[in-house]
């Protein structure tokens, strides 16, 4: 599936996001695989959630990166349009 | 009956938490002031998921209309309140936070009574007819004691339940609890800077803790709705932040901040659950 203009901003912004915060090169993260299996705990998915909505400007609660467990998924899921759950 | 150890948190340990400042508290729960899992069955507001489960318990214990009801871990006084709407004769409510039963005292509630003592020191006149214990459970065991002795805790505080309550007569109890994470994952950050000398049941020790003394008449497990408790608390505290910092100071509102969030995803992905009991006293042998 293509992924629209939006929907591959996000995902770069949250590439370059993760790569700070787990102190790894950005082409190492790969947007398919787990946040938790890059070790992204509980207090990190906090404040990642928290930059994420300061860059969107939208209020974004702490469990959607657990609803959406990829930067894929995630990126996919803002950019289409739909309320947070 | 005498008073025996506290196996859980000490009255200073409570107070930590829950004396922090009242009207920090004001700010982000619901106007009841209710520090616990609201149920949100029938509603979105949060006020309207605090009273419901007041009224869930009050059901679940039979307490309507009967003479002496106890509140284990009363907070600032809500249920004691709807109890005596619900026409009960004495609400009697134990805390061990100053500020809460302060409050309790200043409302003047006829009927409602409200006691700093733990109730491993409590010792009643007479029996009640219904115990309820909403968010208190939790504060029962340390994390620093061992599986025998958080037991034999528990099996204190069920068989003065038993002890005190007529054949028949119901605890309603709720707490959170592990589910699929332990207690070696209780994070030095709850255990230092939110709930010191605490520590969460498993359903099973529950079960384990109450046998012979009570059955368990039914249960439920509303994590879910623990997750969406604590984000609308949080939500209302981001929403009066500044109001909070001039009250606290920044990093009570940043620990408390942070907290809220990891709670709710505790619960949103199931390390932690949420359970309401209904459990009635089999009686004296």
């Given at each position: 599936m293509k992924t629209s203009p939006r929907q591959s901003e996000i995902e770069i912004w949250l590439g370059a996001l993760l790569s700070e915060v787990l102190e790894?090169?950005?082409?190492?993260?790969?947007?398919?695989?787990?946040f938790d299996r890059y070790g992204l705990d509980s207090a990190a998915a906090i404040s990642v959630t928290e930059e994420l909505g300061s860059y969107l400007e939208r209020e974004l609660e702490a469990t959607l990166l657990y609803d959406f467990p990829t930067i894929r998924s995630l990126a996919q899921h803002l950019s289409s349009g739909e309320q947070p759950r | 009956m005498t008073s025996i150890d506290n196996p859980g948190a000490s009255a200073g340990a409570i107070q930590y938490h829950y004396d922090v400042s009242d009207e920090f508290y004001k700010l982000w729960l619901d106007e009841a002031m209710v520090y616990s899992c609201g149920l949100w069955d029938h509603t979105d507001n949060l006020e309207e998921a605090q009273r419901a489960k007041i009224d869930f318990h009050i059901e679940q214990a039979e307490?309507?209309?009967?003479?002496r009801v106890l509140d284990v871990g009363c907070g600032w006084g809500t249920t004691l309140q709807r109890l005596v709407d619900a026409d009960v004769k004495q609400a009697i409510g134990l805390t061990l936070a100053k500020r809460q039963a302060a409050h309790i005292e200043a409302?003047?509630?006829?009927g409602v009574e409200a006691r700093v003592e733990s109730w491993t020191d409590h010792t009643p006149t007479s029996r009640y007819d219904a115990i309820i214990s909403v968010?208190?459970?939790?504060?029962?065991?340390?994390?620093?004691?061992?599986p025998e002795q958080k037991i034999a805790g528990y099996r204190s505080f069920f068989q003065r339940c038993h002890e005190r309550l007529p054949p028949g007569g119901c605890v309603s109890l709720q707490t959170m609890s592990y589910e699929s994470s332990s207690r070696s994952d209780f994070s030095e950050f709850f255990a230092s800077q939110?709930?010191?000398e605490s520590d969460l049941p498993r359903l099973s020790e529950i079960a384990e803790a109450s046998e012979g003394l009570f059955e368990i008449v039914n249960l439920r497990n509303d994590r879910k709705m623990y997750a969406r408790t604590s984000l609308a608390w949080r939500a209302r505290l981001k929403r009066r932040r500044a109001e909070a910092i001039a009250l606290v100071g920044k990093d009570v509102v940043d620990r408390y901040d942070k907290y809220l969030q990891m709670w709710a995803i505790g619960f949103h992905v199931g390390s932690m659950g949420l359970l309401r009991l209904k459990l009635r006293n089999y009686g004296r042998k």
């Amino acid at each position: 599936m293509k992924t629209s203009p939006r929907q591959s901003e996000i995902e770069i912004w949250l590439g370059a996001l993760l790569s700070e915060v787990l102190e790894m090169p950005q082409a190492q993260i790969d947007p398919t695989v787990r946040f938790d299996r890059y070790g992204l705990d509980s207090a990190a998915a906090i404040s990642v959630t928290e930059e994420l909505g300061s860059y969107l400007e939208r209020e974004l609660e702490a469990t959607l990166l657990y609803d959406f467990p990829t930067i894929r998924s995630l990126a996919q899921h803002l950019s289409s349009g739909e309320q947070p759950r | 009956m005498t008073s025996i150890d506290n196996p859980g948190a000490s009255a200073g340990a409570i107070q930590y938490h829950y004396d922090v400042s009242d009207e920090f508290y004001k700010l982000w729960l619901d106007e009841a002031m209710v520090y616990s899992c609201g149920l949100w069955d029938h509603t979105d507001n949060l006020e309207e998921a605090q009273r419901a489960k007041i009224d869930f318990h009050i059901e679940q214990a039979e307490a309507r209309g009967k003479q002496r009801v106890l509140d284990v871990g009363c907070g600032w006084g809500t249920t004691l309140q709807r109890l005596v709407d619900a026409d009960v004769k004495q609400a009697i409510g134990l805390t061990l936070a100053k500020r809460q039963a302060a409050h309790i005292e200043a409302q003047r509630w006829p009927g409602v009574e409200a006691r700093v003592e733990s109730w491993t020191d409590h010792t009643p006149t007479s029996r009640y007819d219904a115990i309820i214990s909403v968010g208190a459970f939790e504060h029962f065991a340390r994390l620093d004691t061992s599986p025998e002795q958080k037991i034999a805790g528990y099996r204190s505080f069920f068989q003065r339940c038993h002890e005190r309550l007529p054949p028949g007569g119901c605890v309603s109890l709720q707490t959170m609890s592990y589910e699929s994470s332990s207690r070696s994952d209780f994070s030095e950050f709850f255990a230092s800077q939110i709930f010191p000398e605490s520590d969460l049941p498993r359903l099973s020790e529950i079960a384990e803790a109450s046998e012979g003394l009570f059955e368990i008449v039914n249960l439920r497990n509303d994590r879910k709705m623990y997750a969406r408790t604590s984000l609308a608390w949080r939500a209302r505290l981001k929403r009066r932040r500044a109001e909070a910092i001039a009250l606290v100071g920044k990093d009570v509102v940043d620990r408390y901040d942070k907290y809220l969030q990891m709670w709710a995803i505790g619960f949103h992905v199931g390390s932690m659950g949420l359970l309401r009991l209904k459990l009635r006293n089999y009686g004296r042998k």
